[in-house]
């Protein structure tokens, strides 16, 4: 690519497009366009990507074919980071973006490292995007970013950053399966730069890749927390056989009324649990097994958070809440 | 490993296993025995494996988990050369291969590149078995071979080598969509020695790898041919839209009696057909894309057999009908 090249992003309005939009924008190496639902054109957050200078690209992922094709016309990247309940609407995004001749794909990742067959719905869902993606033969990366430092973050008692928590106060602390999972984690403000990193760099064409801040286990996260706020973090013990009843449990509730969103979301946030701490399976030695490249090897040059310098951020308010809305 | 590692071969009778077996006995490097199902143990082609001094381990693919744990203890590297039919037996053998703690697990790929979901059912297949392979975690090496030269040799009019044949003398030389898709080829003969190799080799840990003697097109093929008999090959032309029409009519036939052998049959030699010279997946850019690597690359000091070489064992009478009988 002589010219700079154009990123179009979908989903930049997103809690995880939002960051990637950030470190597209700022690494001053691409021109970042957004692609947008006509019907969400007028919507504030549209509004806003605008005021930034992002040029808009309108087409809904569901309509036509050709409207798709001459939306990605003239792109050179697209990143995907469409919501977890739209999965499988890439797979017309697919014949669009081979159609359009875009010259790499990135199919919505960013997610934990996790075995296809039967552990996380919405890993096998993406699979069949990338099966799909690999049956066209559109050049790709997957990207994915283990579990964001946001969501990590154990209460402590004195509920000095409550205001940071994604989750209510008066949530337990679980420890799941004796807490010991090494689990690959990211700041969710740095994912953007990684993004940038990683798009334009000729190794990771058509591999998978995973962003890594830290790799830490639950205990580690607690003992750095209890260390640096000098507070004791109360702890839930949730057992394996705990885990996988509750597994049972929401998976019997889903078959039973599918349709239900908070069957969905109960479904989704269990299978999570079950693949990071009962099978361990977000972890860099399964993560090499699959194939993975790290980006702590492409770029170590590249500085990133550590769980401590979040934690520091959080105590000084420096950290938003995350998925706080529907985004 | 330190002593002679065992390589326990499933499938040890059939075509594409016994040119492993030979090649893994002939590189000195292992210690080489076979898989058999008591049913079969006193069959002649059996008693000739004893007879070459293989040592015999008896189990059933479809018996108790316990009994197939035990014929699998002390197994460094198990080799799957299953029959086409019995892919998903391989699901068992995996929870086996693990709990037996056996170091690779070669499961049975020897087949062209394609992609995953409706190009092969066969391709198919094999992807549960790898799937469930990688969620549970077992070391591996998938190794596909491309298509075979001893099926893929054209007859000549004069019908000198009609007994190398693997199909009638009757049957016409099709030439599908042109001709000129390229696809990977490997010499029936070679492919133990390669397997051999890839074995024992850190670098294809976990990875896939594709054996290749030589890439040819239908027509290159072709020419080779008339320019070594002298003799002109007689070409009956199907079209891509000829080839899609027949696919379409076997997957019917087989959606409505799918039990019929014949249908099976058909639909496996129809998507390849499709896969290979339609959609040109068994290519060396497409198996690059796919992230599989060459053995070219891997070995390029082993010599393997070119087409020439093979058709010149072919006129001298050294190559052996394959496909011949059931194995």
């Known amino acids: 690519m002589s010219s700079t090249p154009t990123v179009l992003l979908l989903g930049a309005t997103g809690e995880t497009g939002q960051s990637i939009l950030k470190g597209l924008v700022e690494s001053n190496a691409f021109n970042v366009e957004a692609l947008v639902r006509p019907a ?7 509004e806003e990507l605008r005021s930034a200078g992002i040029a808009i690209r309108l087409a809904d992922t569901a309509g036509a074919h050709a409207d798709l094709v001459k939306a990605l016309k003239g792109v050179d990247i697209f990143v995907s980071a469409i919501g977890p309940n739209n999965q499988l609407e890439q797979l017309r995004l697919v014949d669009a973006v081979k159609e359009a001749g875009v010259k790499r794909f990135i199919p919505c990742g960013f997610i934990t490292i996790s075995p296809v067959g039967g552990v996380m719905r919405l890993r ?7 099966n799909y993606m690999k049956k066209q033969h559109v050049p ?8 964001w430092y946001q969501i990590s973050l154990p209460r402590v008692p004195s509920g000095k950053y409550d205001a940071a928590l994604a989750r209510g106060a008066d949530e337990p602390n679980e420890v799941y399966a004796g807490g010991d999972a090494p689990n690959i984690l990211t700041d969710l403000r740095d994912i953007g730069v990684l993004v940038a990193q990683i798009i334009q760099d000729e ?5 998978y890749v995973y962003t890594c801040g830290e790799v830490l286990s639950q205990k580690e996260i607690i003992a750095i927390v209890e260390s640096v706020t000098g507070e004791t973090v109360e702890q839930t ?3 394996t056989e705990q885990v996988q009843e509750r597994l049972e449990g929401v998976r019997a509730a889903l078959a039973a009324d599918p349709s239900k969103p908070m069957n969905q979301v109960l479904a989704y946030m269990t299978e999570y649990c079950h693949s990071k701490y009962v099978r361990a399976d977000n972890s860099p030695a ?13 770029y170590p040059g590249t500085k990133t958070r550590t769980f401590r310098d979040f934690l520091a951020d959080v105590l000084d308010g420096k950290v938003q809440r995350v998925y706080s809305k529907k985004s």
């Open 124 to 130: 096998d869902e993406k699979e069949k995007v990338y």
């Open 40 to 46: 969400s054109s007028t919507k504030p957050e549209v």
């Open 286 to 298: 399964y993560a090499k097994y699959l194939g993975y490249l790290d980006t702590r090897d492409l």
């Open 237 to 239: 013990i949730v057992t």
């Open 203 to 207: 190794r990771t064409l058509n591999q």
């Open 140 to 147: 790709f990366t997957v990207i994915d970013t283990g579990f």
